[in-house]
């Protein structure tokens, strides 16, 4: 099942927190900023989904390292839909922060400084995505289903943050 269908089996199962209220939000802030920087929601998707490799990757390492348990937390710990540095200093060095803005920039066309501005909010953006798996009894377990599509690396590699949301986008009719 591709990270879509994940989604959707969280939104419609009560025992993960995933909600059309939640995946309506996200698209709301993701329009949000589109709005704030004159760009249109396909190219800020397209920011998302950049941003969004990068954090797969921070978190599969992070997986590897501390476990899926740790990965959870993480995720738990930062995701929302409001500015967080910490969310983006958990994830990425410096070094790397400037690496993901220049990446989204050469895909998108838009200011690596503004993507850079912008990090802060997209990295819980990506995060809250992920939580919509996790279980409502036990949301530090590793039963999370969105997220670990999300790290399956064994799969096709045919997982990407951008198409899901924009699906997910035309699905709550947003």
């Known amino acids: 099942m591709g990270l879509f269908d994940q989604i959707l089996g969280a939104v419609s199962n009560p025992n993960q927190q995933g909600s059309l209220g939640q995946l309506g939000n996200i698209i709301n802030t993701v329009n949000q900023l589109s709005n704030q920087t004159g760009t249109n929601p396909s190219t800020m998707q397209s920011v998302v989904g950049v941003v969004g490799n990068y954090v797969r990757s921070a978190l599969q390492q992070k997986q590897a390292t501390e476990g899926n348990e740790a990965t959870q937390a ?12 910490q969310a983006v200093n958990s994830l990425f060095s410096p070094n790397i922060q400037q690496q993901v803005a220049q990446v989204a920039s050469q895909h998108t066309g838009l200011d690596a400084g503004t993507i850079q501005q912008l990090l802060p909010v997209i990295v819980p953006l990506v995060l809250n995505f992920l939580q919509s798996g996790a279980n409502t009894q036990n949301p530090q377990g590793s039963g999370n289903s969105v997220l670990n599509s999300f790290l399956d690396a064994d799969r096709d590699g045919d997982v990407d943050i951008a198409d899901a949301m924009q699906l997910m986008s035309q699905y709550v009719g947003r």
């Open 74 to 85: 993480l995720v738990n710990e930062y995701a929302g839909t409001s500015s967080n540095p």
